[in-house]
């Protein structure tokens, strides 16, 4: 498999005394799920955000062979690195379909047609609410509705920071599965930033553990499957509350 993103050596920095991130190098190869896990604070959003170029970093960012840490996020965004933000972000005072054209504003008009009727067929709980206010969505059909918007834009890599939070376990089982359909039907790559170990796995080929800034182990998923490997990963790496 091809690297469609590598990471080396990012450090991020907020003001001149806050390290968020320090020395983080890791790579997505082309079509697969790479997930970052760790507790609040570990600095995984601030990894998320440096890639789409939303703060600052030092380190090298390279996607498909060539070096975009330079670039600001809007050319990333034309790049096909399209982030989906923690706590979703949706307008509210739009329409569901008004959320999802926003998502493709710059791509061609009949792309972005056959794109929302594609979005529209995979989240069928959305699809009968189109027309409807995007604040009327309960919070799981919110979270479809920001991976849908991030969908329109046409992605190479979906950087998805924490699509369960918030969710009940079943919705969030919901999107997990409809996340996996999406891999299943395309190239499309994913960085995705989570808490739950559990939950991680269903989708995740390679998983890296962060704490306090640094990445401090990584795992294959299928070096996971039985549960005495799955706990003392947990156990190494993150906290009782990951596993649940
Ligand atoms: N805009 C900011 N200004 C100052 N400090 C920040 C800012 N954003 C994040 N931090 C700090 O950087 C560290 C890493 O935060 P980050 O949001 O990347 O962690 P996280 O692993 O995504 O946490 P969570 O799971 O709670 O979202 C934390 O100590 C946080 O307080």
Redesign the pocket.
């Known amino acids: 498999m091809t690297e469609l993103l590598s990471v080396a050596s990012l450090s991020?920095f907020?003001?001149a005394n806050?390290q968020?991130?320090e020395g983080v190098s890791f790579a997505v190869p082309s079509g697969s799920v790479v997930a970052l896990l760790?507790?609040?604070?570990?600095?995984?959003?601030?990894?998320?955000?440096a890639v789409a170029g939303l703060?600052r970093g030092t380190g090298a960012l390279t996607f498909d062979g060539e070096r975009i840490d330079g670039l600001p996020a809007r050319e990333r965004v034309a790049r096909g690195i399209v982030y989906v933000p923690?706590g979703r972000e949706i307008v509210g005072d739009l329409t569901v379909r008004e959320n999802l054209v926003l998502g493709g504003y710059n791509v061609p008009a009949a792309t972005r047609r056959t794109r929302l009727e594609m979005v529209l067929e995979l989240f069928p709980e959305i699809a009968g609410k189109a027309n409807g206010g995007a604040w009327r969505l309960s919070g799981g059909e919110q979270q479809m509705l920001a991976i849908g918007r991030g969908l329109m834009a046409g992605p190479r890599l979906l950087l998805l920071?924490?699509p369960s939070l918030g969710l009940a376990p079943l919705l969030v089982r919901r999107v997990f599965d409809r996340l996996g359909t999406i891999r299943g039907e395309s190239e499309l790559a994913i960085l995705l930033?989570e808490?739950n170990l559990r939950m991680t796995m269903r989708l995740a080929d390679e998983i890296h553990f962060?704490r306090g800034?640094r990445l401090i182990g990584h795992k294959r998923a299928e070096d996971l499957k039985d549960e005495t490997a799955r706990q003392d990963a947990v156990d190494a790496y993150l906290g009782a509350a990951a596993a649940e």
């Open positions: 991020v907020y003001g806050q968020a991130v760790g507790a609040n604070g570990a600095g995984k959003s601030s990894i998320m955000k703060v923690e920071d924490e930033v808490q962060l800034g």
